[in-house]
């Protein structure tokens, strides 16, 4: 993480969405969530949860080149228009996927 309070932490990548530059970081980026108790009898809980953050505010230390680096996509393969390519992470370093 760049900033915030996970600043300096790290953490592996567990989720990426392919739709938006927001990734989930496993133990990064917690948020407390509160559960009611939806019976009767059954407690309420609290339950932490990583919240997505943008790739923009981490760091991804490369497995090919092993320095930090920012994260960048690139469509793979030459596809006839209309067709979505398969969206891969690669270090904008050494431009290896990650
Ligand atoms: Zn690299």
Do not use: W
Request: charged residues 30%.
């Amino acid at each position: 993480m760049l900033g915030g309070k996970d600043r300096g932490k790290k953490g592996k990548i567990t989720h990426v969405f392919n739709d938006s530059d927001k990734v989930v970081v496993d133990g990064l980026n917690l948020i407390k969530k509160h559960l009611r108790a939806r019976k009767q009898g059954q407690k309420g809980q609290i339950v932490s949860k990583e919240r997505a953050v943008s790739v923009s505010s981490i760091a991804l230390v490369c497995k090919a080149c092993s320095k930090p680096t920012r994260l960048g996509y690139k469509i793979e393969g030459d596809l006839p228009a209309g067709r979505q390519g398969i969206k891969i992470r690669v270090c904008k370093k050494c431009g290896s996927e990650t």
